[in-house]
């Protein structure tokens, strides 16, 4: 019995502990859990003004602009419109975020250019092409960062632009002044030049001083070549000469005079000490009196041979992209055959940084040095592309035997220099209108070979 007895308190006091343990598990865990679930509804649904506060559109409006919580705002859209746990205004600006987001991620598409315009534009080096391309509202292409590695630095190369501009300026000082007078004579029909004197001229011999004197040609014929007395050891020397040169008056006006200033050398060749070259005649008076004129003479190493002239005109149309040359005629050319004349014509080459991209000719013209064309050469350009390009019109001389020669060339265009940049502004000034100009043709240059050594 007593067996029996220890059995039953042993089960009891088991049940006993089992009992204890399920109480506080209930106490420890049930409980917590069934109290926060009571308190949920009221932190899980904020009323209506809590939601107006804000402080708590700030926090939306942070969360919208995050990328990430993109996915999440497009399933809250999904929700019923009815659900009174969003309110109306929150979904409005989510739906406005998600069609601002569809607006900037549209297809952009470039718009056809003119069909005129497509060679042109297949020739201009890759940096020039334009993009047409609209962005919207979306931001613009973080650019790349440009890398120092195989680009040219300019500014390694000052000092060959300074020698540059040394040179220039040494070719457009004075070298002294001189005074002469003109005058014409209507019996005889002849012109009268009278070289005076000359004034502060530069040294060429060791002495320190310069033996002077004066050729005088009445352009474009050099045939008939006049020169004054050498004067010794003087850099200021007068010499009060006649000359004189049979004209018509009516020629009077495609005429110049040039004069070409020289030191006497007897054992070498003579030193140029520089040149006046005067366009106009008519200048300083009508001639009908002696008129005296003082010019500064210009540094010059060698003679300055006149090539003659041509005039065109320069139209554009900026809604058609169309410059029209209209190569009109050329006077006083320079004699290539041994005729003493010329077969002239004209070639137009449109160049785009030193390369060129077409060229177009005219006719040929025989046995003449005042040609008269009155052809009309035709290029399509665009007009944001007139900034880049410039027009080489060259006067050639054709043989039929041998290659063709170049009698001279000059440019126009926004980078040429003098009257070509002068014409080409005008002509961009004063669109749908023809503007004709003479040009002085020049001798080929360096410059003036776009990139090729064969025009």
Same mark, same amino acid.
């Given at each position: 019995? %007593? #067996?029996?007895?220890?059995?039953?308190?042993?089960?009891?006091?088991?049940?006993?502990?089992?009992? #204890?343990?399920?109480?506080?598990?209930?106490?420890?865990?049930?409980?917590?859990?069934?109290?926060?679930?009571?308190?949920?509804?009221?932190?899980?649904?904020?009323?209506?003004?809590?939601?107006?506060?804000? %402080?708590?559109?700030?926090?939306?409006?942070?969360?919208?602009?995050?990328?990430?919580?993109?996915?999440?705002?497009?399933?809250?859209?999904?929700? %019923?419109?009815?659900?009174?746990?969003?309110?109306?205004?929150?979904?409005?600006?989510?739906?406005?975020?998600?069609?601002?987001?569809?607006?900037?991620?549209?297809?952009?598409?470039?718009?056809? $250019?003119?069909?005129?315009?497509?060679?042109?534009?297949?020739?201009?080096?890759?940096?020039?092409?334009?993009?047409?391309?609209?962005?919207?509202?979306?931001?613009?292409?973080?650019?790349?960062?440009?890398?120092?590695?195989?680009?040219?630095?300019?500014?390694?190369?000052?000092?060959?632009?300074?020698?540059?501009?040394?040179?220039?300026?040494?070719?457009?000082?004075?070298?002294?002044?001189?005074?002469?007078?003109?005058?014409?004579?209507?019996?005889?029909?002849?012109?009268?030049?009278?070289?005076?004197?000359?004034?502060?001229?530069?040294?060429?011999?060791?002495?320190?001083?310069s033996d002077p004197y004066v050729?005088?040609?009445?352009?474009?014929?050099?045939?008939?070549?006049?020169?004054?007395?050498?004067? +010794?050891?003087?850099?200021?020397?007068?010499?009060?000469?006649?000359?004189?040169?049979? #004209?018509?008056?009516?020629?009077?006006?495609?005429?110049?005079?040039?004069?070409?200033?020289?030191?006497?050398?007897?054992?070498?060749?003579?030193?140029?000490i520089g040149e006046v070259i005067?366009?106009?005649?008519?200048?300083?008076?009508?001639? $009908?009196?002696?008129?005296?004129?003082?010019?500064?003479?210009?540094?010059?190493?060698?003679?300055? &041979?006149?090539?003659?002239?041509?005039?065109?005109?320069?139209?554009?149309?900026?809604?058609?992209?169309?410059l029209t040359l209209t190569v009109?005629?050329?006077?006083?050319?320079?004699?290539?055959?041994?005729?003493?004349?010329?077969?002239?014509?004209?070639?137009?080459?449109?160049?785009?940084?030193?390369?060129?991209?077409?060229?177009?000719?005219?006719?040929?013209?025989?046995?003449?040095?005042?040609?008269?064309?009155?052809?009309?050469?035709?290029?399509?350009?665009?007009?944001?592309?007139?900034?880049? &390009?410039?027009?080489?019109?060259?006067?050639?001389?054709?043989? +039929?035997?041998?290659?063709?020669?170049?009698?001279?060339?000059?440019?126009?265009?926004?980078?040429?220099?003098?009257?070509?940049?002068?014409?080409?502004?005008?002509?961009?000034?004063?669109?749908?209108?023809?503007?004709?100009?003479?040009?002085?043709? &020049?001798?080929?240059?360096?410059?003036?070979?776009?990139?090729?050594?064969?025009?």
């Amino acid at each position: 019995t %007593s #067996v029996s007895l220890l059995a039953v308190v042993v089960i009891v006091c088991g049940v006993a502990l089992v009992a #204890v343990f399920l109480f506080l598990f209930w106490k420890l865990c049930w409980m917590p859990w069934r109290n926060k679930e009571a308190s949920s509804p009221s932190s899980a649904n904020p009323p209506l003004e809590a939601l107006q506060s804000p %402080s708590f559109r700030g926090n939306m409006a942070d969360k919208l602009k995050d990328p990430s919580t993109l996915g999440f705002l497009e399933a809250a859209v999904k929700i %019923s419109h009815t659900s009174p746990d969003i309110p109306a205004e929150v979904q409005m600006s989510v739906k406005e975020h998600i069609m601002r987001h569809t607006r900037l991620q549209r297809q952009t598409t470039e718009p056809a $250019s003119s069909t005129r315009h497509t060679s042109f534009k297949r020739h201009l080096p890759r940096q020039m092409h334009v993009s047409s391309v609209d962005y919207g509202n979306e931001l613009p292409p973080a650019a790349e960062q440009p890398t120092s590695i195989g680009r040219i630095k300019p500014e390694l190369y000052k000092q060959k632009s300074v020698d540059g501009d040394d040179a220039k300026s040494e070719a457009t000082k004075s070298c002294g002044k001189i005074n002469f007078s003109l005058r014409y004579d209507y019996e005889t029909e002849t012109l009268i030049v009278r070289i005076l004197k000359a004034f502060d001229l530069p040294a060429k011999d060791f002495c320190g001083s310069s033996d002077p004197y004066v050729k005088i040609y009445l352009l474009p014929d050099r045939k008939c070549k006049l020169q004054t007395r050498v004067h +010794r050891k003087t850099l200021n020397p007068t010499f009060d000469e006649n000359f004189h040169f049979p #004209v018509p008056y009516e020629e009077l006006a495609d005429r110049k005079l040039h004069l070409s200033v020289f030191d006497f050398d007897r054992f070498s060749r003579h030193d140029m000490i520089g040149e006046v070259i005067m366009d106009n005649l008519f200048e300083a008076s009508d001639l $009908s009196r002696e008129t005296s004129i003082w010019k500064d003479i210009q540094y010059a190493t060698s003679e300055s &041979v006149d090539l003659g002239e041509i005039m065109f005109s320069l139209c554009y149309l900026p809604t058609a992209g169309r410059l029209t040359l209209t190569v009109i005629k050329c006077r006083n050319l320079k004699a290539m055959d041994i005729t003493g004349y010329s077969d002239p014509y004209v070639k137009v080459s449109l160049l785009c940084d030193g390369r060129r991209l077409k060229k177009k000719k005219t006719t040929i013209k025989k046995n003449t040095l005042n040609p008269v064309y009155n052809e009309a050469i035709i290029f399509d350009i665009p007009p944001e592309n007139m900034d880049q &390009v410039s027009l080489l019109i060259s006067v050639m001389d054709y043989d +039929r035997v041998g290659h063709n020669e170049i009698i001279g060339v000059c440019r126009v265009g926004i980078n040429a220099e003098g009257l070509g940049r002068d014409h080409w502004n005008e002509m961009l000034a004063y669109p749908r209108k023809p503007i004709a100009h003479w040009h002085s043709l &020049v001798e080929v240059k360096k410059s003036f070979k776009e990139g090729n050594p064969r025009l």
